[in-house]
Nanobody
Framework: QVQFVESGGGLVQPGGSLRLSCVAS????????MGWYRQPPGKPRELAAA???????NYPAATKGRFTISRDNEKNTLSLQMDNLKPEDTGVYYC??????????WGQGTRVTVSS
């Protein structure tokens, strides 16, 4: 089973930007859809962005227009560019296959804190 290691989180002021990176332990070129998930403090994990093999992306209303997801199937990496960050974007961010649930294998994630 492919495992993921996330990085790039940190503390940023509202309106700032961060770029998250995810490295997979195996080949992701056969994974149809991958995504970035986030878990705000005290809330369940939610999908923040998704990307299909062909490059089609999908974002929930909360991140659309501010987040940009990309994937590199040759390097087995997934990235998330986050702009105009808001305090409500605070949480731990994970990458995984779209459809992953609590029974799936999750990395340690990377913590994003948006605060002045």
């Amino acid at each position: 089973q492919v495992q993921f290691v996330e990085s790039g989180g940190g503390l940023v002021q509202p309106g700032g930007s961060l770029r998250l990176s995810c490295v997979a332990s195996g080949n992701i070129s056969s994974i149809f859809a991958m995504g970035w998930y986030r878990q705000p403090p005290g809330k369940p994990r939610e999908l923040a962005a998704a990307i299909r093999l062909g490059g089609r992306t999908n974002y929930p209303a909360a991140t659309k227009g501010r987040f940009t997801i990309s994937r590199d199937n040759e390097k087995n990496t997934l990235s998330l560019q986050m702009d105009n960050l808001k305090p409500e974007d605070t949480g731990v961010y994970y990458c995984n296959v779209v459809g992953a649930d609590s029974a799936s294998t999750w990395g340690q994630g990377t913590r994003v804190t948006v605060s002045s």
